[in-house]
């Protein structure tokens, strides 16, 4: 497979296009951002765990019928996906309160919800990624009714399948974000990345951090937490 051009700089990730119309290549970067890119640094080795973590949780969904954009791991930082029309949502799981619904709503971070709940983001960096409901994505024309119900769909199943897995490594899995991508022939999938920058994952023991937050809230070992989860995951995956 061939690297061509250059088609798009991300915060965390490049993106080529190859010689196949149908097919990119994504490369990690150790490059770390939060707060909508006010804060910045760097991960060392962050790029070849998140590669690596997201394409073995990509494979292990994909068996669960989670169609999603992986189609090859071609190097420690770099793997070949499907091209899709990403749709302009990040769409969050949350299965225990933390960050901005524990601010939001005045909840201690930490405690259990009730059910796991959804909520969409419109992605829109100017705008600071603002909350969006349902109608509003619709009204914008983001996504229309059936493809909204089809990543609700998608996203719960993830969430069940990325529960019991992290759970058998001693993980809880706090709450994510995923990315859907429409194919041409319009079906959704998964696309983007399922990595510590992406989800709160915590030691089911001692709730001790694993994750991005170790940066964006300046803990400290933040190397150490990636490669924890990482071997973590090594580990465990079947
Ligand atoms: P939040 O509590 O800050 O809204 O974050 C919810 C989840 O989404 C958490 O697992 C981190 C992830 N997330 C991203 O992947 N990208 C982002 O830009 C933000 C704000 C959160």
Known sequence: ??????????????????????????????????????KKGTIAGKGSINNRMSNALMRMLGKYGVPTHFVRELSDRETLVRRVQIVALEVIIRNIAAGSFAKHYGVCEGTPLKISTIEFSYKNDALGDPLINEYHAQALGLATKAEIDRISELAFRVNKELQAFWLSCGVTLVDFKLEFGRLNDGSIILADEISPDTCRLWDAQTGEKLDKDRFRRDMGGVEEAYREIMSRLETHMA
Do not use: C, Q, S, W
């Not at 119309?21 to 150790?30: A, F, G, H, S």
């Open 1 to 38: 497979m061939e690297k061509r051009e250059l088609l798009y700089e991300g915060k965390a990730k490049k993106v080529y296009a190859t010689d196949d119309p149908e097919l990119l290549i994504v490369d990690y970067k150790d490059d770390a951002t939060a707060f909508n890119g006010l």
